[in-house]
């Protein structure tokens, strides 16, 4: 399928949907009603949905429609809960369920992303950038969210803007080897664009060597097998000897030995590049580090349940493993204590030591780690959470739902993590005696999820109780 201009529409459609244009401050649901039924015929004009899509939200006025209307709308949408593979074996189906759940909420994640995925079976890939731009606003903290767009915006040749929010996400997470061989996807791509000075010359005739052509193809292909892994660690340490004050290459090469679970190399380079001047003051090498030394414990404990799973039973084998629970969860204590106290102002870290010493049951200090991990927005609704949770756990339901509520209003769409929010906050509400408020979370659980632990069971015994009496 191609994508058409509005202009290649039928007159009397281009009509129809300059009407509805009109009537998207005025009358926002009549132009929906129009745009709706153009969009399903004509899937393939993109200009027709994004002003379908102005009016939905006019229409909603900007907001949600409630989470309990919703999903009594969407539950029945073959494509609400399905998988990538569901979607792609019929786009044009997905496509349009994509767009009835989005009549019903314009800001469901859950829509945009398989009308994203829909419109890539379908080639449409302008719409599916279109699709992944709308789910990147609702959330651009979410990395999943950030490597579709990138991977969109490098389909269409916006290779800038890939590279553009392919930084922003490595200063996040330098770690994500995703984000990184996307960032040189684009960056091959560009420089590919770049070398077309003739039509009628190839790519490879236009760079200055075979060996410059074989690398440029090599990053393009992301290769990860072992043998192009060792192929690449051996250009970057000639790069390494060639330039040894770039801290990139050494990067690099931890990189290539972590994809290869070779963790103390890996750990090795990332060590050396700490040495380098640029590399001294930056925290992200030392998180890096961290997070390695965890990889490698993690691994072993990974080792050591399938020993036992190859041997139950074995008690050397259980004492062995809880040692090694026991060494990896100290060290992340360990670990988070010390990022907290070197950089007291990165209140990202507070977040993941007030986890630690919430599932250790030391509350009180978990609640004062989370409420400075509050001004952290990439960790905000996950503290949000669990303070909500640190609270409950020693009886200040009050306080717990005000969490709570708060994490709900910002949460999006249909997730776990709200089902999850939805369950603690009835729960409070019904520790308190307040039933009516307590069944307003649990009926929009029920009505998301029948089977999330046990709402049911609360939603029945509610009304046999209320029927008895």
Not at 446 to 453: F, K, M
Request: charged share 35%; proline share 3%.
């Amino acid at each position: 399928m191609q994508e058409i201009p509005l202009k290649d529409l039928d007159n009397r459609l281009q009509k129809q949907i300059e009407n509805a244009r009109k009537a998207v401050d005025k009358n926002p649901a009549y132009a929906v009603d129009i745009l709706m039924n153009i969009v399903k015929r004509h899937p393939e004009c993109l200009e027709a949905r994004k002003i379908l899509r102005q009016a939905q939200s006019r229409a909603s006025g900007g907001k949600s429609k409630g989470f309990g209307k919703f999903l009594t709308k969407v539950t029945s949408i073959p494509f609400s809960i399905g998988s990538e593979a569901k979607v792609k074996k019929d786009p044009a189906k997905a496509l349009e369920s994509a767009e009835d759940m989005l009549k019903a909420d314009p800001s469901n994640p859950v829509g945009h992303k398989i009308l994203g995925i829909a419109a890539e079976a379908l080639e449409l890939n302008e719409t599916a950038a279109y699709a992944y731009e709308e789910l990147y606003k609702i959330d651009d903290g979410n990395m999943d969210n950030v490597k579709l767009l990138m991977g969109a915006y490098i389909r269409i040749g916006k290779t800038e803007d890939a590279i553009r929010l392919g930084d922003t996400a490595y200063r996040r997470d330098p770690s994500d080897d995703e984000i990184q061989g996307l960032i040189k996807k684009a960056s091959v791509e560009q420089s590919i664009e770049k070398g077309k000075w003739e039509e009628e010359k190839s790519f490879r005739e236009k760079l200055k060597d075979e060996e410059e052509a074989q690398k440029l193809e090599q990053a393009s292909r992301a290769r990860t097998g072992e043998a192009g892994l060792r192929s690449l660690i051996a250009d970057a340490l000639k790069a390494v000897e060639a330039e040894p004050d770039n801290i990139n290459f050494y990067r690099e090469l931890s990189s290539h030995y972590r994809k290869l679970g070779e963790f103390d190399s890996a750990l090795e380079w990332i060590e050396k590049a700490r040495q380098l001047e640029s590399g001294r003051a930056d925290v992200n090498l030392e998180r890096m580090a961290g997070a390695l030394k965890r990889e490698k414990m993690q691994k072993a404990i990974a080792d050591a349940e399938a020993e036992l799973e190859a041997t139950p039973g074995d008690a050397a084998l259980e004492a062995k493993l809880k040692e090694l629970q026991a060494e990896e969860r100290s060290f992340r204590l360990e670990q988070a204590e010390l990022l907290v106290q070197r950089y007291p102002n990165e209140f990202s870290y507070r977040f993941e030591l007030g986890e630690l010493y919430f599932e250790d049951g030391e509350t009180d200090k978990a609640i004062k780690e989370l409420q400075l991990a509050l001004r952290a927005p990439k960790v905000r609704i996950n503290s949000l959470i669990l303070l909500g949770k640190a609270y409950k756990a020693k009886g200040f339901h009050d306080l717990a739902a005000e969490q709570l509520t708060t994490a709900k209003a910002e949460i999006p769409g249909v997730t776990e993590q709200k089902k999850d929010v939805l369950y603690e906050l009835g729960e409070c509400y019904e520790s308190q005696g307040d039933m009516d408020k307590a069944m307003v979370e649990f009926k929009a659980l029920y009505g998301a999820d029948i089977s999330y632990r046990d709402v049911a069971q609360k939603i029945d015994d509610f009304y046999s109780k209320k029927n008895a009496s």
